[in-house]
Structures are given as C-alpha cells and as structure tokens.
C-alpha cells in the first residue's frame, strides 16, 4: 500500500469519526431552538413573577383578566348540610417523580378517581406549594399537596394543607426518591404509593369555582379544599425547601364567588 493510499484511508476514517461524533451534538445544539410549542419561561419572583404572568404570553391571559382565578383566601364560607363526602377511589400507582422547575410533582398512573356530580375525573398527578397558597381567613399552612384530577373539559383540584408536625410516612417515600437532575422523571423501580395515604381522616372541606394557580391559569377548575391540615416533619418541609423555598401565588380577588363548607359527621 502506497503512503497516498493510506493517508486516504486515514482521512477517510477521519471524516467519518467527524460526522458521526458532530451529529448528535449539532441535534442537541439545534433542537431547543426549533422545538414547538415552547412554553415561555415564568417563576415566582422579578419579571417572571405572577403580577407579569399574564403579559408573557397571549396563551396566559387569564393570569391578568380572569375574574375566577385562585388561590383565594377563603372566609366568609356558607354551610351546606347537602354537601356530601367527597366520592374517592385511590389505588396504588407506581412511583414516578419530577421535578419540573416550578415544584416537586409526582406522576399518577391511571385507574384513580374522585366523582363530583355524577362525572369520575381521573386523578393525573400531585405536587407541592409552600407556603400553602390557599388562606384560611388570612392564614396560611406550611405546605400545601393539590389533587389535581382531569378531564378534557375541566378539572377538580382536591388541596391538602399541611401542618409542621409528625413525619409523614408517604413524604419519606417521595423525598428518598427524590430526582437529582431538574425535568426529567424518576421512575422508581418496586416502589408504589397510595394518595390516600395522605388524606386528613375528617374529609370535611371548603369547595368553591377558581382557576389553577399556574399559567395559563385556566378556569373551570372545582376546588375542594380539606378543612382538616395534614402533617409533614419540620425537617421534611426542609427538604422541600432546599428545592423551592416559595412557589405560592399571591391570593387573587374572591369578586363575589360564593364558598361553600361541607358539615357532615366523619363515620
Ligand atoms: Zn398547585
């Protein structure tokens, strides 16, 4: 073999190690730039932060112009003796955890449920305010879980206040699974839990019209807020805190919206 020939083969086998090795990093540099939909950035605090949600992006006009938005502090609640406990089915899930840059959430898998009037909203996933965003006449809790359950036409959002007080045997679960790496999703192998580990045993609860608390801040959402705080350990809520010392949107105007309190006797 002539030294031209091999230096041809050698350039050759350089130009292929090229064009392989600079593939995927020429993908990777040009896929955030042409992915669709990106949503826009928003946070909790400066430019970012709720009283700019709405100008962010025309998709979160809500934010600004809605006249149901949460959270709300919530006073003033009328007693309803027809407001039965709420219809809900739990079952055990895979753990699947996130953490998606604004909180802690926890992916449900499907075959869980809670059915307000006559219709079953299957329960897609749980995550983490702190403090809570919800007031009770001015107070807030903690922490606070929200229940979110969907359905293409609307939502009821089932919110847990949580209390400084007993560790709580289902956080300790989450935490020791908790994600190293922002936005990408732990599926923990053998691990499964059970929301309703987490419910208060009195059930009783404020319900009332709002919105998400998140852009696009979309209305339509049914809220039911547990009267009865759960409990996480002070060094549990510490934990959350490393990662989100506050994401809670400021209390939104209640304009009027009537706020119901269930009063039936817990069996
Ligand atoms: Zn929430």
């Not at 003033?76 to 406990?85: I, Y």
């Not at 999703?185 to 009783?204: C, F, H, K, S, Y």
Request: hydrophobic share 40%.
């Amino acid at each position: 073999m002539s030294d031209r020939m091999k230096l041809a083969i050698l350039l050759g086998v350089l130009a292929m190690l090229v064009a392989f090795g600079s593939a995927p990093a020429a993908f990777a540099q040009a896929a955030p730039a042409t992915a669709p939909s990106h949503a826009p950035h928003w946070g909790y605090s400066g430019a970012d932060g709720p009283s700019h949600w709405g100008d962010l992006d025309p998709s979160f006009a809500n934010c600004k112009t809605g006249k149901r938005q949460s959270p709300i502090d919530i006073k003033g609640a009328k007693k309803d003796a027809t407001l039965a406990p709420l219809q809900i089915d739990y079952q055990p899930s895979p753990l699947k955890i996130v953490d998606n840059g604004h909180t802690i959430k926890i992916d449900y898998a499907a075959g869980s449920s809670v059915t307000v009037g006559g219709k079953t909203y299957p329960l897609t996933q749980f995550h983490f305010h702190k403090p809570s965003e919800e007031e009770i006449a001015g107070k807030k809790y903690a922490m606070v879980i929200h229940l979110v359950h969907e359905l293409p036409d609307g939502a009821v959002v089932v919110a847990l206040l949580v209390k400084s007080g007993g560790e709580n045997p289902l956080i300790q679960t989450l935490w020791a699974n908790l994600p190293k790496t922002e936005g990408k999703e732990n599926e923990v192998a053998g691990v499964t839990i059970n929301a309703a580990d987490l419910l208060p045993a009195d059930r009783n609860y404020y319900n009332f019209d709002g919105s998400l608390t998140i852009p696009p801040c979309g209305e339509g959402v049914n809220w039911f807020v547990m009267k009865t705080p759960i409990e996480m350990s002070a060094a549990q809520i510490a934990v959350f805190a490393k990662h989100y010392p506050m994401n809670a949107r400021p209390i939104q105007p209640t304009n009027g919206r009537e706020i119901k309190e269930s009063d039936f006797k817990t069996p």
